[in-house]
């Protein structure tokens, strides 16, 4: 149980969420947004987070789209992950949230909620950096549209009052091929040593991972070693791996080589899945 009491509040449209959160900070509440709530519970009960006010988004309709809108895949942040995944309105987007927790947790666990958590791994925001996606952001100065290499630099770069009300990604993305795994330690639900995830474009490999450093990224420089057809494959990912944006994580579920490990495993299935491995 959470040690703390809180009031709560549900607004149903963009401006009402964001006038409360005003209203309710200037009162010294330490207001939060809250969809799915289940990352609210657990921090909650580890105290730590405290918030006096909670301010759930799931009755704001924008927060709930779940469409194709001129030729854009539209998903709303309050979807659950299992709801995202079942629509299967973008294939590159569902195998992602289908291979996020369990069963139990993704139909708790919303869309918006996994991008915007504090737990490093925040698998769904691979196929939108993938994609080249916009996410819609509200707050205090309106709502924006931002590329999300703009506004998710290791995590998503939300200011105080803002949350997320949707991602638009290209239609176009529903149909590339793409290759996606998810490597634990235990084949029992546990957090993931890595999730990576291929997209092809145009010849061209894309390339996006979780787990492997202390946050998701996409690396143009390993998508570089990749996509250099003059390398063996071998090469292309050794490469690749030495282009690793950030220090590789070692610690109880896997030390640095044998992520690094599993990483070079992955980039094999993958590029032989896409038909990137040379005969």
Sequence with gaps: MLHFNFDYYRPSTIKEAVDLFVKLDKRGKKPIYFSGGTEVTTLGR??????KAVIDVKGIPECNDLEIRENYVVVGAAHTLTKVFESKI????????????????RNQIT???NLASDIIYREAILPLLLSNSTLVIAGIDGVKEYPVEEIFNEKLRLKRGE???QTKSDGKYRKQPFFIDKKRKSEKVDYPLITLELLKVNRSYRLAISGLCAYPFRSYEMEQALNNTNLSVEE???QAILAIPAPVISDIRGSRDYRIFVLRNLLLDGLAYLGGVRA
């Design 163 to 165: 949350f997320l009300v």
């Design 111 to 113: 869309f918006g909620g």
């Design 46 to 51: 580890l105290n730590l987070i405290h918030t």
């Design 236 to 238: 292309r990912i050794n």
């Design 90 to 105: 973008f294939p590159l987007l569902g195998e992602a949230c289908v291979r996020i927790a369990d069963r139990t947790s």
